[in-house]
């Protein structure tokens, strides 16, 4: 395979993973995303390191009379027997993805197993990215009813590369749909997809959701339709009322879409915090993966 990406270089798709059923799907989309720019791929497992302190012993009552340094010693023992325990059973599930994506097409995968956090992770190898691909949820799907995982949201905001978050059971997608407001992420939304190897070939479909008052609305999404099709793909636009999360989930029904893309988290943590975030309640109601663009 061609690693060498025009202008791109030589940057990698990256798949975040953890050993969570999810583990196998963003895989499978990151060999898809890595053949279609023929970019290289890294399978990354990040141990958090609080996650490995929880799953060790309790020693909230072995504390007692000139223990503390017996105490400490073993704190400090059982942690490096979880940490080389978590590295021997992460290498073997990241050797068990190698072999899932070299089924897939891709020849060399590289694999990376780090300690910390995934956010600070991630950010020092921007530089070398092009696309990050994680799932929607992760290990704690089996134990919280959360929609989305606690990382999604804070590896968007720190990142600004595209990142591909991943449903159950990926397939490459026939049809893709974006979620286009006009707006500076959604522009760049378009212009990614007109430009990139990864959707060539694939027909887009465009929505503005509640834009019917708004003169120019149909003069933005003429536009936009007019970038894509520029770029060699086949494009539907429509305008539709009613609130964003139920009218882009029915036209992604409708429509048959098996990819949304938009842009994701414009406004500040704190303004989410007391408004709620679009994003957010756009990738509970989507049932489908979902390129996020910041």
């Not at 070939?201 to 509640?210: R, T």
């Not at 609305?217 to 099709?229: H, P, R, T, V, W």
């Not at 879409?257 to 309640?281: K, Q, V």
Request: hydrophobic share 40%; glycine share 8%; aromatic share 4%.
């Amino acid at each position: 395979m061609n690693t060498k990406t025009n202008k791109f270089g030589d940057l990698k798709v990256l798949a975040c993973v953890d050993q969570s059923p999810y583990a196998d799907h963003v895989t499978d989309a990151a060999a898809w995303a890595a053949s279609r720019m023929q970019a290289p791929l890294e399978l990354l497992h990040v141990i958090d390191r609080e996650s490995v302190a929880a799953r060790g012993d309790d020693h909230s009552g072995a504390i007692g009379i000139n223990s503390q340094e017996t105490l400490l010693g073993k704190l400090v023992e059982d942690d490096a027997i979880e940490a080389k325990a978590a590295r021997e059973q992460g290498r073997g599930f990241l050797n068990r993805l190698r072999d899932r994506a070299q089924t897939a097409g891709i020849p060399t995968p590289d694999m990376r197993q780090r300690h910390g956090s995934l956010v600070e992770t991630l950010t020092e190898q921007q530089a070398d990215v092009r696309l990050v691909v994680m799932g929607r949820r992760g290990e704690s799907a089996q134990t919280t009813s959360r929609a989305l995982g606690r990382h999604v949201e804070q590896v968007v905001r720190a990142m600004q590369r595209p990142i591909l978050t991943v449903t159950d059971n990926f397939s490459p997608p026939k049809r893709v749909l974006i979620a286009f407001d006009g707006g500076s992420a959604s522009r760049n939304a378009v212009e990614m997809v007109a430009s990139s190897p990864l959707f060539k070939g694939i027909p887009c479909h465009l929505i503005m959701v509640g834009k019917d008052g708004v003169r120019d609305a149909s003069k933005q999404l003429d536009a936009a339709q007019s970038i894509l099709a520029a770029g060699g793909m086949g494009t539907n636009s429509f305008q539709v009322k009613g609130d964003p999360e139920s009218a882009i989930a029915r036209a992604i029904q409708e429509q048959h879409i098996d990819m949304l893309i938009m842009g994701a988290y414009t406004h500040s943590p704190i303004r989410n915090l007391f408004m709620g975030s679009r994003t957010t309640e756009l990738l509970r109601s989507a049932r489908v993966p979902t390129l996020l663009l910041r």
